[in-house]
């Protein structure tokens, strides 16, 4: 969904004045084919400006922000939404793409202290968002989230991931959901159903083996990839010790975490995952399309990638969500992933900046925002028009799952970016468990050890 496919989780809006200038006249004036009446003087330009019809003259004066962005393969929908709320807020944006992350990081770092950055600008939600927010860069939007709940256009479980000392700083810009996507054929040729036991889970598994098919895709090319099994088995045998272990009141080496990785060692002693070199790109995707792969663990903005291989949703794929590894467990959970829309707490045009803030998760935005990725919405009142996105947003709301943030996001990036190394050691010599999850506690002991004494 964003530069974090790469290791990172994700990858642009000018002021109008608010008192009318010779230069901002001119500006407006050109822009509507009259520039040789502005060429008189402020006065004639002023006049004929205000003889408009009412709409073009609103629509003169409608504020045009700035919005810096890391996902330049999202460039065109990001302009079309700046469109989509010049329309109905009045207030649109140009927006700047960077392609490269580390360089994004360093413009939006560097502006923000002076009150030279953007207006608007995405980030990374959870602990990735804790500096800019420790160092008073960003703009409290506590009351846009309160308005938003209230109404449904947010759920409350979301607002985790960019919460510090009770209060939120950024706002959604979408989400996308951790499924399970699986080949149809596959699983019709196996006379199998989508599992809703654990049990049928593996039975299913080890069917798809015997009939000579690849039952998951797993991969430790790109590093990240390596949390994605580790989560997935945490959330359904434990999803408080996943929450506890995220935030430094659980450890590694706890009981919990070494069954997860026996599980792990299990599958992949199995051999129910494919090689672990493959990379998650278009060889991957054919491999699913012609029926190599039965199953793909990975984010629904995933999803476009099996529709560019030819792929029909309902038809050739479709979606389930992996069970509870015990029956009995009361609470659902699944995996979300959410980048954020920040606002500078130095920002020139905070107004109007927080009118397109509450604006973007409302019904219309997030309708045509999550249309245009070909994704799940963050509003759960929109419907898409993918019927396999809609049954699962379905099946999460009527089964009240609680979403639980991605592991990229939900706990010190220092302690991540070692995990998934280790994860991978794991996944590549799976008899080395227990030292994959010694090491990490090491990490995991010192960096919250140096967090406390902050």
């Known amino acids: 969904m964003d530069s974090s496919k790469k290791v990172s989780l994700s990858k642009g809006l000018v002021s109008t004045p608010s008192k009318f200038s010779r230069r901002s006249l001119v500006a ?62 009045d207030v649109g944006w140009e927006a700047t793409p960077y392609s490269d992350t580390t360089s994004y990081q360093q413009v939006i770092n560097s502006s923000l202290p002076t009150g030279s950055g953007p207006d608007l600008f995405t980030w990374w939600s959870g602990y990735r968002m804790e500096d800019m927010y420790k ?54 040729d196996n006379g199998l159903k989508p599992p809703t036991t654990w049990e049928e889970f593996t039975g299913a598994a080890e069917k ?116 509870n590894m015990d029956a009995a467990a009361k609470q659902n959970s699944i995996i979300v992933e959410s980048g954020a829309i920040c606002l500078p707490a130095k920002g020139k045009n905070v107004d109007a900046a927080q009118k397109v803030a509450t604006w973007w998760d409302q019904v219309p935005a997030q ?22 996105l809609n049954n699962m947003l379905k099946t999460v709301t009527d089964g009240k799952y609680v979403q639980i943030q991605r592991y990229w996001e939900a706990s010190p990036p220092n302690i991540v970016e070692n ?11 799976p008899s080395e468990g227990q030292s994959v999850l010694e090491a990490i506690q090491k990490i995991a002991d010192d960096v919250w050890s140096k967090r406390t004494a902050s």
């Not at 995990?419 to 010599?429: H, K, P, S, Y």
């Open 419 to 429: 995990a998934v190394d280790e994860l991978a050691r794991f996944m590549l010599n």
């Open 367 to 388: 309708t045509t925002w999550s249309g245009l990725l070909g994704d799940t919405p963050a509003n759960p009142k929109v419907k898409t028009e993918n019927d396999v």
């Open 135 to 188: 160092s008073g860069q960003l703009l409290d939007v506590s009351a846009i989230w309160q308005s938003a709940i209230k109404s449904g256009d947010l759920p409350e479980s979301l607002a985790a991931g960019f919460t510090f000392d009770s209060k939120q700083y950024g706002v959604p810009a979408g989400a996308s959901y951790w499924v399970m996507f699986y080949n149809k054929k596959v699983f019709a």
């Open 208 to 323: 798809i083996k015997a009939a000579g098919v690849t039952p998951f895709f797993a991969t430790v090319d790109g590093r990240w990839p390596a949390f994605i099994w580790w989560e997935e088995l945490l959330i359904k045998s434990d999803p408080q010790f996943y929450a506890d272990l995220c935030n430094g009141k659980a450890k590694y080496t706890d009981e919990p975490a070494v069954k997860a990785l026996a599980t792990w060692k299990d599958f992949i002693d199995k051999k129910y995952f494919t090689d672990l070199d493959l990379p998650m790109d278009q060889n991957m995707t054919a491999m699913f399309a012609n029926n190599e792969i039965a199953m793909v663990p990975v984010g629904t903005w995933f999803q476009q990638q099996f529709t560019t291989a030819g792929m029909t949703a309902g038809t050739d794929y479709d979606i389930f969500i992996i069970p």
């Open 28 to 89: 407006s004036a050109s822009a509507l084919g009259l520039t040789a009446a502005i060429a008189g003087s402020q006065r004639s330009a002023f006049a004929a400006l205000v003889s408009l019809p009412l709409s073009d003259a609103l629509k003169a004066q409608s504020a045009k922000l700035k919005l810096f962005h890391d996902k330049a393969p999202w460039q065109d929908s990001f302009v079309k939404m700046s469109d989509q709320a010049t329309k109905e807020i």
